[in-house]
């Protein structure tokens, strides 16, 4: 098992940065996939952004250039810097792993999550 741990959402005005941080413990390993997902409220949750155990990394559309994924493989740590932020990225931002190479749409762990609200 995988225990995932999410940190650093809040409160921020649009235009501004955070940076989540999500630990993992337990059986982890650095050949599985991560990633952030997120869930605004009435809609479905979705990919942000991932990177694979070869350091690959993925975004979608609507964050990139604004989105930066990073994994630190000895600290068993994802980070995701989000800067410019806007208030349409106000959600839930959950980590995940897989343990695939690289990350599908149903990973195998999840954290709980922490809510990220952005004020216009």
């Known amino acids: 098992q995988v225990q995932l741990a999410e940190s650093g959402g809040g409160l921020v005005q649009a235009g501004g940065s955070l940076r989540l941080s999500c630990a993992a413990s337990?059986?982890?390993?650095?050949?599985?996939?991560m990633g952030w997902f997120r869930q605004a409220p009435g809609k479905e949750r979705e990919l942000v952004a991932a990177i694979s155990s070869g350091g690959s990394t993925y975004y979608a559309d609507s964050v990139k250039g604004q989105f930066t994924i990073s994994r630190d493989n000895a600290a068993n740590t994802l980070y995701l810097q989000m800067n410019s932020l806007k208030p349409e990225d106000t959600a839930v931002y959950y980590c995940?792993?897989?343990?695939?190479?690289?990350?599908?749409?149903?990973?195998?762990?999840w954290g709980q999550g922490t809510q990220v609200t952005v004020s216009s």
């Open positions: 337990g059986r982890t390993s650095s050949r599985y996939a």
């Open positions: 995940a792993a897989d343990r695939a190479s690289v990350m599908t749409t149903t990973p195998n762990y």
